[in-house]
Protein backbone atom coordinates (compact mmCIF):
# COMPACT_ATOMS: atom_id res chain seq x y z
CA UNK A 1 0.00 0.00 0.00
CA UNK A 2 2.70 2.29 0.87
CA UNK A 3 4.49 1.58 -2.56
CA UNK A 4 1.46 2.29 -4.40
CA UNK A 5 0.63 5.66 -2.38
CA UNK A 6 4.11 6.77 -3.42
CA UNK A 7 4.02 6.25 -6.93
CA UNK A 8 0.48 8.13 -7.03
CA UNK A 9 1.49 11.13 -5.29
CA UNK A 10 4.81 11.14 -7.49
CA UNK A 11 3.06 11.45 -10.77
CA UNK A 12 0.75 13.49 -9.39
CA UNK A 13 3.49 15.67 -8.04
CA UNK A 14 3.85 17.16 -11.96
CA UNK A 15 1.49 19.84 -13.48
CA UNK A 16 2.17 18.03 -16.86
CA UNK A 17 0.56 14.50 -15.62
CA UNK A 18 -1.91 16.20 -13.75
CA UNK A 19 -3.22 17.76 -16.92
CA UNK A 20 -3.05 14.32 -18.50
CA UNK A 21 -5.41 13.01 -16.17
CA UNK A 22 -7.47 16.01 -16.13
CA UNK A 23 -7.75 15.26 -20.18
CA UNK A 24 -8.66 12.22 -19.71
CA UNK A 25 -10.93 12.81 -16.76
CA UNK A 26 -13.47 14.04 -19.80
CA UNK A 27 -12.77 9.95 -21.52
CA UNK A 28 -10.67 7.86 -23.64
CA UNK A 29 -8.05 9.98 -25.64
CA UNK A 30 -5.12 7.96 -28.18
CA UNK A 31 -1.62 9.15 -27.09
CA UNK A 32 -1.21 11.21 -29.81
CA UNK A 33 -4.39 13.60 -28.61
CA UNK A 34 -2.65 13.44 -25.52
CA UNK A 35 0.32 14.73 -26.32
CA UNK A 36 -1.23 17.60 -29.07
CA UNK A 37 -1.39 20.64 -26.51
CA UNK A 38 2.09 20.37 -24.75
CA UNK A 39 5.00 21.91 -26.52
CA UNK A 40 7.37 18.74 -25.81
CA UNK A 41 8.31 15.77 -27.72
CA UNK A 42 5.75 12.78 -27.79
CA UNK A 43 8.53 10.49 -26.77
CA UNK A 44 8.73 13.19 -23.70
CA UNK A 45 5.31 12.96 -22.86
CA UNK A 46 4.85 9.11 -23.14
CA UNK A 47 7.38 9.20 -20.25
CA UNK A 48 4.83 11.32 -18.53
CA UNK A 49 2.12 8.32 -19.29
CA UNK A 50 4.48 5.87 -18.15
CA UNK A 51 4.42 7.53 -14.69
CA UNK A 52 0.78 7.61 -14.23
CA UNK A 53 0.71 3.81 -15.77
CA UNK A 54 3.38 2.60 -12.78
CA UNK A 55 0.75 4.55 -10.20
CA UNK A 56 -1.98 2.73 -12.02
CA UNK A 57 -4.02 6.18 -12.80
CA UNK A 58 -4.15 5.64 -16.42
CA UNK A 59 -4.84 2.29 -18.59
CA UNK A 60 -3.75 1.77 -21.77
CA UNK A 61 -5.27 -0.67 -24.36
CA UNK A 62 -4.03 -1.17 -27.96
CA UNK A 63 -6.80 -0.48 -30.95
CA UNK A 64 -4.51 -1.70 -33.99
CA UNK A 65 -1.63 0.46 -33.72
CA UNK A 66 -3.40 3.29 -31.85
CA UNK A 67 -3.11 3.24 -28.11
CA UNK A 68 -5.81 4.11 -26.40
CA UNK A 69 -5.68 5.50 -22.14
CA UNK A 70 -8.63 6.10 -19.66
CA UNK A 71 -8.46 7.22 -16.16
CA UNK A 72 -8.82 4.58 -13.23
CA UNK A 73 -10.01 6.70 -10.60
CA UNK A 74 -8.90 3.83 -7.73
CA UNK A 75 -5.50 5.23 -6.36
CA UNK A 76 -6.94 8.34 -6.25
CA UNK A 77 -9.52 7.54 -3.89
CA UNK A 78 -6.70 5.46 -1.86
CA UNK A 79 -4.95 9.15 -1.65
CA UNK A 80 -7.61 10.87 -0.31
CA UNK A 81 -8.54 7.76 2.10
CA UNK A 82 -4.54 8.55 3.58
CA UNK A 83 -5.35 12.11 3.27
CA UNK A 84 -8.58 11.60 5.17
CA UNK A 85 -7.04 9.40 7.97
CA UNK A 86 -4.17 12.11 8.12
CA UNK A 87 -6.81 15.18 8.92
CA UNK A 88 -8.84 12.87 11.66
CA UNK A 89 -5.62 11.75 13.54
CA UNK A 90 -4.06 15.43 13.53
CA UNK A 91 -7.17 17.06 14.34
CA UNK A 92 -7.88 14.89 17.22
CA UNK A 93 -4.30 15.91 18.35
CA UNK A 94 -4.48 19.25 17.72
CA UNK A 95 -8.15 19.26 19.59
CA UNK A 96 -6.40 17.61 22.77
CA UNK A 97 -3.27 20.10 22.76
CA UNK A 98 -5.98 23.24 22.23
CA UNK A 99 -7.77 21.52 25.35
CA UNK A 100 -4.37 21.20 27.24
CA UNK A 101 -3.51 24.96 26.37
CA UNK A 102 -6.93 26.08 27.81
CA UNK A 103 -7.05 23.78 31.09
CA UNK A 104 -3.68 24.97 32.00
CA UNK A 105 -4.52 28.71 31.55
CA UNK A 106 -7.17 28.36 33.85
Do not use: C, Y
Request: glycine share 2%.
Amino acid sequence: MQAALDHTMMALADPTRRAILQRLSKGEARVTEIAQPFKMSLNAVSKHIRMLERAKLVRRRKMGREHILSVNPKPLDEVAAWVETQRTFWNARLDALEQALLESTD
